[in-house]
């Protein structure tokens, strides 16, 4: 028994600015995970703060025609993925003139990487396939910060399939993931009841807490999840004692930042925003600049700053699933480990969301949830 990994794309040209790409999957097979990664390259000046993460819509699997696997934005694979492995997705990310940048977007079949239990066992579905959706038009910081229009992006795609196997694998049946809804709040202590499916089991939920320059803190008050109206509540917690539960779940990092004072001194929340844009590199102490002139640009292998300007040493702190996309994960158990929530023992099962106390109409947050939960087959 073993794990055989093994591209079914390689270099594959997409042919286009803007398109959906459609593959087929290995029939008869035990799929742990599929690795994708898109490589883009920068148009002739430069392409600062243009990320590919952001260029694809939808990354779905598909099986027996209609029935979906996965059916995730680029942003939230590449979050699902850190926090089933607490590994960051490989990146490439260069902001230079025609240079090509990459990233890689992990789907995982079960709840960690290499996990016997559940997995896709694509003998019992039909005609499974990959569906990938982008889109690498549009600027960046600004007009002139582009992908370019005449060399396409190229897609890799790589499988991770059991061999050999002793014994029965993959009994568990499938995770599915999937975005449930989204969320705009427009007043101050707005709260919104994200009704769940029920019949299966839940292995965990993610919120994105996504506002511009903001951090989730001044977005989010608190968040519970109800059952039966009232009957049960397996977690109600406010915004700080969520952020510190992902701490212990997943980790932190420590960010040492140097931040140029010349046009103006960073806060904390514009530094982690800046930080958030560039998740693959946030993996130890760096420095960073407020872009005060032409040595002052942000870059991906250096951190410059102007000589002559003052500078600021601050150390943040601040755990790795709330760095990476302002996503936090509410899972049912720790990490690693086979506990879940049996939505079928409850009639509704419901997300409750509660927007800051105030703030809302500056702040202008919007909320992702997305939910894993277990398909038999």
Request: hydrophobic share 40%.
């Given at each position: ?35 994708i ?9 430069s ?11 939808k ?27 607490k ?12 240079q ?10 079960g709840?960690?990487?290499?996990d016997?239990?559940y ?12 569906k ?34 002793e014994?029965?694998?993959f ?24 009704e ?20 989730p ?6 968040v519970?999840?109800?059952l ?9 917690m ?6 510190a ?12 930042g140097v ?9 904390r929340e ?19 600049s ?9 870059s991906?292998?250096?951190f410059?700053?102007?000589a002559?300007?003052?500078e ?10 709330e760095?990476?996309?302002?996503f ?8 690693d ?6 939505s079928?023992?409850w009639?509704?099962v ?28």
């Amino acid at each position: 028994m073993y794990w055989q990994r093994s591209y079914i794309e390689r270099n594959l040209s997409l042919g286009a600015t803007s398109g959906t790409k459609t593959i087929d999957l290995p029939k008869s097979a035990l799929l742990s995970q599929l690795l994708i990664r898109l490589t883009a390259t920068n148009d002739g000046t430069s392409n600062r703060n243009n990320h590919i993460h952001d260029k694809i819509s939808k990354i779905e699997v598909i099986v027996d025609g209609s029935t979906v696997v996965k059916s995730l934005s680029g942003l939230q694979a590449q979050a699902l993925a850190f926090f089933n492995s607490k590994r960051l997705p490989a990146t490439r990310i260069h902001e230079g003139g025609s240079q090509a940048q990459w990233e890689e977007f992990p789907l995982y079949f079960g709840r960690f990487p290499g996990d016997l239990e559940y997995g896709l066992d694509t003998k019992k579905v039909i005609n499974p396939q990959l569906k990938i959706t982008w889109n690498t038009t549009g600027a960046g910081a600004s007009a002139t910060d582009l992908f370019s229009t005449s060399t396409y992006p190229v897609l890799d795609v790589l499988v991770e399939q059991l061999l050999e196997p002793e014994g029965a694998v993959f009994g568990g049946g499938y995770i599915k993931a999937h975005e449930i809804t989204t969320w705009a709040p427009t007043a101050n202590s707005e709260e919104k009841r994200v009704e769940l499916p029920v019949g299966n089991k839940h292995k965990a939920i993610y919120v994105r807490c996504y506002a511009t320059a903001w951090e989730p803190r001044q977005a989010l008050d608190n968040v519970y999840l109800d059952l039966n109206v009232g009957v049960s509540q397996p977690f109600k917690m406010d915004e700080a004692e969520w952020r510190a539960w992902n701490r212990e779940l997943y980790g932190e990092i420590e960010l040492t930042g140097v931040i140029c004072t010349m046009g103006g001194v960073w806060n904390r929340e514009f530094a982690i925003a800046y930080m958030r844009a560039y998740p693959g590199i946030a993996q130890g102490n760096y420095f960073i600049s407020s872009g005060g002139g032409s040595g002052c640009q942000f870059s991906v292998m250096c951190f410059d700053h102007n000589a002559g300007e003052k500078e600021d040493v601050d150390v943040f702190h601040i755990a790795k699933g709330e760095l990476y996309h302002q996503f936090f994960a509410l899972p049912f158990d720790y990490p690693d480990t086979r506990f879940m929530l049996d939505s079928s023992k409850w009639s509704d099962v419901d997300l409750m969301l509660k927007a800051a106390s105030s703030g809302i109409s500056t702040i202008l947050p919007t909320f992702y949830v997305v939910l894993e939960e277990v398909i038999a087959r």
